[in-house]
């Protein structure tokens, strides 16, 4: 039912509409709530209110970046992980905020570890060496006195393409702490047998902090703003719909099929934690994403995970798009 | 004298390897006539294989000429038929497909796709039209190939060693076909073999070869009349005869290995 | 009579374990509707267990007329027994008493539960696999062919496009990816053509095998018959190396079916890989089963229409080889 | 002399561009120390030309020698300067004027100066794989040959394992690697259960195939010369095997050295996939391709160690087929 | 009378298939004397293979006695050597290593392995010990399978159409071979062929087989003294004989095909 009937729906209800930007692909398949008003954007027909066919699709980090170098993708979601690409010259800008938060530091449930110290000598599950939970666990271990880069680096990285397979290495103990998205995050703490170390969301160097940000095509934004303009519309119309109503946004998001959610109250929990903002807070620009950026590019700076100071590369990690 | 259907005049051979040259022919010359049955014998490795090749223009020719009715042979020659050792059936194809596949191949199936079923007969393969080659018995394969090479009617029929892989009893019966064969559609064939009795059993002329280099050093006419008698009297003094030239001419050149 | 009673026992085994033991944490699966009636996980499996078991009584019904037949039936039904038993003990170990670890082994009822609960999104997601797999699939056979006839006939080609085969063949899929998103303009030619590379590369090898490895003496016999070059080609070179041309679609079809679920993280709308994915990032591994269960009944229905096209084309080998 | 100036021409064109065509945008690649001077990418890129073109020299001039050496060496000088040439046009394209799609396809002084900045990671990483690759291929290799004699001589063990060849055959990694990391104490025995997996499938199915392709006159040659059963399997079934299971084992190490790229996702501190990805996701894709050249040239050793295994232990092969 | 070393008594066998039974042997009595040399013949498809495999403990034995020296033959029999028609050589062995193999799976090689040498030279392979066997010709392949037969010294050898696939000059030489290793080494040997020629050359004894069911319709004593001379009138009377009689026996039973 997933994909079909959604696609049956937004034809049914934008029969009439002109789709002045034809049809647009956007990377937002992979099952997580990050993506959550990309799906809500395109359910409840703010794409193509906006006179975009949007057509949603999966894809990796690399797809995604890739497609936004080519210009066949315009945005895509996404934190920290494209700054060293646009540090490389990929042709991808950071437009807008999302939400905050997704991303945590689990310990096993009783484990004596609960400091940044304590993680000396420790090592920690990622994703993907270099994504953002690496990055993420790397600044706030750094933050907190402890070595995470170089050759004299106090903890180790391992990879775990899956994050079930991370949690279960957890608790196997083959790995002392897993940084890990949400919802399989969540999820763990949710059935005890985890714990956060770090949660992003609250702790002080990420809080009131976006965690996903908006990528766009520098193609596309050169070729046609008006058309990224259009879908920062939609979206921020969408995030104003979950920040109003998560539980009709959970609904929505888990009878679409775009996230095999099973447990909708830890869903909504998890919408709510990710402070969708507001089309007032957008518009009121109080939530200052160049500002944001440019702190997360100092950050990585220090650590040396970037290698151009955050003055210097700002212009191209952040552009300003009027909408 | 009848007219001279093959004319091999002066033709040499050599192989060039890496280091070493092999002169493989020398200063052959024969003719054959219209509806003569030859043999050539000869022991292994004295250009038996060389000759025939490049009769049917599969050899380049170097030095020396060949004309098949007085014209140069040469590449894609249909008047000349070849029937080869072993293993040239097209194993994905029926006993018919087969022999059907020269007249597919020159475009004249559709006139006379009769000749098939003629041939068949003439084989006697008649009930095994539909079986692949690795169903039938090796004596039949070899029907098979010279009902192929006879299907577009060619002028000659260059056979080389067809029977070297058979055993007595399917030999001796291979060999009258070939003369049935032969007799009924006044065909010329040419003939490589190792089988002094078979030589005898079957040709009018015999063409003795020698070892490297190959050279003619006889030809044999043969007289006695169809059908022989293999343990007849005048069988025995020629093969005894024979025998002997070859007692004489390959002594220690009798092929033992192959490296 | 034996051979039935074998045949069906261990579904018999594997029906009275799912009606009998209870699940150690009382578990219940939701039951959902299908037509008139609702079903849960558990109950569709013992639907198909029954069904099953229906199919090998005919089977061997219809066996019983043929000698032949009932000796296969015969020498099967101590598989068939395993597999009863297998199934048995899966559903105690996966679902009833949870001895596996949870939630990466789930029981046989939990994956039935999957198709009932997600089922049409599993017949449309199959559907984009299906036509992914299709294209890519015969595209790179017939270009596989292509290149391994040329390579095998003409020495040039092969001079040539060897070093490049014997490079293209090792690098992996992570490391054609950019190459592929860059180069076409839609994500689904992309995957296209990762899945063209790896089927391109075993059949391209073994087709050119196959064509090099026909003796000499049999385009001579085509010559001396009056075929010409191209003719020779297709009658004489391409017949030949078909057994070898069909070993390198059998291999590139497993090699490629890995690389699906790869090319389905391209960018793709759907597809089995894609909701693998997708299941995978909510822990929901029933239903990554239940998609490793399609896509395993896909390949062997790839797999016997192969054979069924292979029997037929190659009806002039069988009692060659064994 | 054709050959060698054939040879060395593309080289040398090669080598010109580099040094005489500019740099569109004016790059200029940072030095790195090594040893006591200071080399930029440009810099190793040239001495590597160089390098290689003093090799075939050498090797020009020892060819000399020898008429059969001689001709090979005339043989290939066609691809060498093709070869010469193909890095002149990518150095063009990729650094000198930056046509291909950057920073997606750096150029070979790029690559070159992966191998400064990160020379001794690259190198850690290459043990790394190294060990685990052998691990996983010899393990994979012993018990594929084990299981493929025993399935081949024995109709009873060919009964109940094939069914689960078949299975596993296909079964994507996706599945496997759950499986492994559960089964096993370390994500390294993990790794190299999962390589395993992937040599054991074909080398088990080739050998196999050899030993039941084994005339049964041959068995019976040997036990009428007073062989025993075990006798019959070591010096019978084995050897005539051996073409087939050396197919198997070179399709397996093409097959796992793309599973090791995904094995290195699991858990594994290092190695080349682990690089690969960890640059990848940094678009740091000069590094990218230095450890795709690192597994290029690792995998032509694997490949050319087996050829020589393959040559003396089927030395009685020779000349039987082309 | 001399001593039996053979002793075949009412043997029978029959092949159970699918749905029909075909009755291979009937009723086969005969017996053989240390020494001698023993051809049977007959057309294909009557028996001939099955019986010889009986003899060699290669099949069972249903129906009937077989003795070896008083003793009914078994499995694993390294009294009796066997040389099979064709392709039983290992490939992957050179010469040497074929011949050797009897000796070192009866573990005799540590003591015997001077036999090998002696059977090389006397089989006259000396120079080809390191080749390997897709590098000689069939009749040295031949010889390497008779020498590898006899390495473990059996009692009595039995040859199974050793020379069906060969030309018949390497035939020839091959039979004078055959003779030589029998004088030299008084070994006992049961020859199985098609060539009529072939079992007056070297036979003390002819048993003639009828087509299926298999039975053994004459036994023939051939008392020409050797060499033999093959066109010698004692020869070709018998051959007339022999000839006469598969006429009879066998006319439109000829082998003409295997499905
Ligand atoms: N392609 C080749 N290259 C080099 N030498 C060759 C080639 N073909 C044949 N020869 C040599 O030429 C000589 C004649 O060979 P040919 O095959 O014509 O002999 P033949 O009489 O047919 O032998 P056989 O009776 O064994 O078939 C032999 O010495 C052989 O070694
Ligand atoms: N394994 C078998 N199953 C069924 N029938 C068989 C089997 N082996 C042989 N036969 C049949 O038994 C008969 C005798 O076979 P056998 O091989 O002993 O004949 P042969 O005299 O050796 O023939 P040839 O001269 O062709 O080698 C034949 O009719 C054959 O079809
Ligand atoms: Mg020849
Ligand atoms: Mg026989």
Redesign the interface.
Same mark, same amino acid.
């Given at each position: 039912s997933a994909n079909t009937s959604a696609t049956s729906d937004s034809e049914a209800s934008s029969e009439d509409t002109e789709y002045k930007y034809g049809e647009v692909q956007i990377p937002a398949l992979d099952g997580a709530l990050c993506g959550a008003p990309i799906y809500i954007a395109y359910e409840n027909g703010y794409f193509a209110e906006e006179g975009l066919d949007v057509k949603l699709i999966s894809a990796d980090a690399e797809t995604r970046k890739i497609g936004l170098n080519d210009g066949t993708i315009p945005i895509t979601n996404g934190d920290y992980m494209y700054f060293q690409s646009i540090e490389q010259d990929v042709d991808v800008t950071v437009v807008d905020g999302l939400h905050n938060g997704c991303i945590k530091i689990l310990v096993p449930k009783g484990s004596d570890i609960d400091s940044a110290e304590d993680l000396i000598g420790a090592k920690i599950g990622v994703d993907e060496i270099g994504g953002t939970p690496y990055q993420v666990s790397s600044l706030w271990l750094e933050n907190n006195g402890v070595k995470a880069n170089g050759n004299d680096a106090q903890v180790t990285f391992l990879p775990y393409s899956d994050g079930n397979l991370q949690l279960e290495a957890l608790y196997s103990g083959e790995i002392d702490a897993a940084a890990i998205w949400d919802p399989v995050g969540a999820k763990a703490i949710a059935s005890g047998k985890a714990e956060a170390l770090l949660d992003i969301g609250t702790d002080d160097i990420f809080a009131d902090k976006y965690c996903c940000f908006i990528y766009a095509s520098n193609k596309v934004l050169d070729e046609n703003p008006e058309e990224i303009a259009a879908l920062l519309r939609a979206l921020h119309k969408a995030s104003q719909y979950i920040n109003d109503d998560p539980e009709s946004s959970a609904k929505i998001i888990s009878e679409g099929g775009y996230s095999e959610i099973d447990d909708i109250d830890m869903a909504v929990e998890l919408l709510q934690s990710y402070q969708y903002p507001t089309l007032e807070e957008f518009e009121s620009g109080e939530r200052d994403v160049k500002e944001q950026v440019q702190f997360f590019a100092e950050q990585l700076y220090d650590i040396g995970y970037l290698s151009t100071p955050a003055d210097e590369l700002i212009d191209r990690l952040y552009t300003k798009v009027d909408y | 004298m009848k007219n001279a259907i093959l004319e091999v005049e002066n033709v040499e051979r050599i192989y060039k390897d890496e280091d070493k040259e092999t002169l493989a022919l020398k200063n052959v010359n024969f003719k054959i006539e219209e509806g003569e049955f030859v043999s050539i014998i000869g022991a292994s490795g004295c250009g038996k294989t060389t000759l025939l090749r490049m009769i049917a223009g599969l050899d380049q020719i170097e030095k020396g000429n060949i004309r098949l009715r007085g014209e140069a042979v040469g590449k894609n020659n249909q008047q000349i038929g070849y029937v080869f050792q072993q293993g040239s059936l097209f194993e994905w194809l029926t006993v018919e497909q087969n022999i059907a596949y020269g007249l597919k191949a020159s475009g004249q199936y559709k006139q006379k796709n009769q000749l098939v079923k003629e041939y068949i007969t003439l084989t006697g393969l008649t009930g095994f039209e539909d079986v692949y080659p690795h169903q039938i018995s090796g004596g039949m394969a070899q029907r098979v190939a010279i009902a192929r090479a006879l299907v577009n009617s060619p002028d000659i029929l260059l056979l080389d060693e067809p029977m070297g892989a058979l055993d007595s009893f399917t030999r001796a019966n291979l060999q009258d076909k070939l003369l049935e064969i032969k007799h009924k559609n006044k065909i010329t064939m040419l003939l490589v073999t190792h089988d002094i009795d078979e030589a005898i059993y079957l040709s009018d002329k015999i063409i003795i070869m020698t070892p490297r280099p190959g050279k003619i050093s006889e030809i044999m006419n043969i007289k006695i009349a169809h059908p022989r008698n293999r343990s007849g009297s005048e069988f025995v003094t020629i093969r005894n005869k024979l025998m002997e030239k070859f007692a004489l001419a390959s002594e220690d050149a009798l092929p033992e290995y192959v490296i | 009579m034996k051979g039935l009673i074998k045949s069906v026992a261990g579904l018999v085994a594997a029906l009275l374990i799912q009606i009998f033991v209870p699940y150690v944490d009382g578990e219940n699966l939701t039951e959902y509707p299908l037509g008139p009636i609702r079903l849960s996980g558990n109950d569709l499996y013992k639907i198909l267990l029954i069904g099953l078991a229906i199919f090998w009584v005919i089977l061997w019904m219809v066996s019983q007329k043929n000698?032949?037949k009932k000796k296969i039936y015969q020498?099967k039904s101590?598989?068939r027994l395993?597999l009863g038993l297998a199934l048995a003990a899966w559903d105690i170990a996966g679902s009833k008493f949870q001895l596996l670890?949870q939630?990466?082994?789930p029981g046989p009822a939990g994956i039935a539960q999957a198709f009932l609960e997600?089922g049409?999104?599993i017949w449309?997601n199959t559907l984009y696999s299906v036509r992914l797999f299709a294209w890519g699939f015969i595209l790179g056979a017939v270009i596989g062919i292509v290149t391994g006839v040329l390579i095998g006939y003409y020495a040039k080609a092969a001079? @040539?496009v060897e070093?490049v085969l014997n490079?293209c $063949?090792?690098?992996? *899929?992570? +490391?054609w990816?950019?190459?592929a998103?860059?180069l076409f303009? /839609?994500?689904f030619q992309a995957a296209v053509f990762l899945l063209v590379i790896c089927v391109w590369f075993p059949v391209t090898s073994l087709s050119a095998l196959g064509i090099?490895?026909t003796?000499k003496?049999?385009y001579? *016999? *085509?010559?001396?018959? $009056?075929?010409?070059k191209l003719?020779q080609i297709f /009658? +004489?070179a391409i017949?030949?190396a078909?057994p070898q041309i069909f070993t390198g679609i059998i291999?590139a079809e497993?090699?490629s079916?890995?690389n699906?679920?790869m090319a389905?993280?391209?960018?793709?709308? $759907?597809g089995l890989g894609?909701y693998?994915?997708?299941? #995978?990032? @909510?822990?929901?591994?029933y239903?990554?089963f239940a998609a490793?269960v399609v896509?395993?009944i896909m390949?062997s229905l790839i797999k016997w229409g192969t054979d069924k096209l292979q029997n037929s084309l190659?009806? @002039?080998?069988? $009692? +060659? +080889? #064994?």
């Open positions: - | - | 000698k032949t020498k101590s598989r395993a670890p939630p990466f082994f997600d049409s999104a449309e001079y @040539w070093p490079i $063949g090792v690098l992996p *899929a992570v +490391v990816m950019p190459f998103l860059i303009p /839609t994500s090099m490895s003796p003496v049999q001579e *016999a *085509a010559q001396m018959l $009056g075929a010409s003719r /009658t +004489v017949p030949h078909l291999t497993a090699f079916f890995t699906l679920v389905e993280m391209m960018g793709q709308p $759907g894609y693998i994915n997708a299941s #995978k990032a @909510w822990s929901a591994y239903k990554v490793i896509m395993a390949f190659l009806r @002039w080998q069988k $009692g +060659v +080889v #064994k």
